[in-house]
Structure formats: structure tokens, C-alpha cells
């Protein structure tokens, strides 16, 4: 059974830094494509960035580009998203996402053969 866990979510000043970690077992991180998605209430989930399983090529959206840093560790089966300078704008349910390789790494929806994890909440007080 796959499943994966986040943690790592809470409140912080805005500039301020935080680390996500998604525990996932059940899937070999590095066989699939890992990705990180967050919500807003009343807005659709909306991708943020994500590493390919295939080579481990990392990708992000452009709100969050030089900010985020996404990493996978194999020994630990653990996915990474260190967010730092953070922005009111960031405040959201962050979402971990397991999926295979030959689905697109961006997309938001729940696709055939997804895992996604129970999310955590970050906000971001200005």
C-alpha cells in the first residue's frame, strides 16, 4: 500500500523560511515522478515543483522559481520542499504527490495510478 505523509507545514513571517518533508513508502521515490501542489480555498490546486523520476530533472512554477528547492532522498523515501523567502502569497495547503513517469509532472488533477498525501497547512503572516 502506498502512502505518503507531509510534515513540516506552520505559521511563519513573511521572508521567513520553511522545510516540507513527504514521507513516502510503498514507492521507491526515485522510480516516480515526486511532485509538491497547493490549494487555496475556492481556487483549484495548482502545481509548485516537482522532480522526475526518470533522471531527477527538477521543475517549478514560476511564483515560486528561486525561492523553492525541491529534493528527494532515497535512503530516508523522503521528498524535500525548502521554501524560503516566503510571501502571503504562499499561504496554502501544500500537497505531496507520487505519480508515474509517463504522466506530465504539472498536472494538478488526480490521475490514474496517483498517491497524494493528506497535505499540511502553511501560512504566511505579512
Known amino acids: 500500500q502506498v502512502q505518503l505523509v507531509e510534515s513540516g507545514g506552520g505559521l511563519v513571517q513573511a521572508g521567513g523560511s520553511l522545510r516540507l518533508s513527504c514521507l513516502v513508502s510503498?514507492?521507491?521515490?526515485?522510480?516516480?515522478?515526486m511532485g509538491w501542489f497547493r490549494q487555496v480555498p475556492g481556487r483549484e490546486r495548482e502545481f509548485v515543483a516537482g522532480?522526475?523520476?526518470?533522471?531527477?530533472?527538477?521543475y517549478y512554477a514560476d511564483s515560486v522559481k528561486g525561492r523553492f528547492t525541491i529534493s528527494r532522498d532515497s535512503t530516508k523515501s523522503t521528498v524535500y520542499l525548502q521554501m524560503n523567502s516566503l510571501q502571503s502569497e504562499d499561504t496554502a495547503v501544500y500537497y505531496c504527490?507520487?505519480?508515474?513517469?509517463?504522466?506530465?509532472?504539472?498536472?494538478?488533477?488526480?490521475?490514474?495510478?496517483?498517491?497524494w498525501g493528506q497535505g499540511t497547512q502553511v501560512t504566511v503572516s505579512s
Open positions: 504527490n507520487s505519480r508515474i513517469v509517463l504522466r506530465s509532472i504539472f498536472d494538478p488533477r488526480d490521475l490514474p495510478n496517483d498517491y
Open positions: 510503498g514507492r521507491p521515490v526515485s522510480n516516480y515522478n
Open positions: 522532480i522526475r523520476g526518470n533522471d531527477g530533472r527538477s
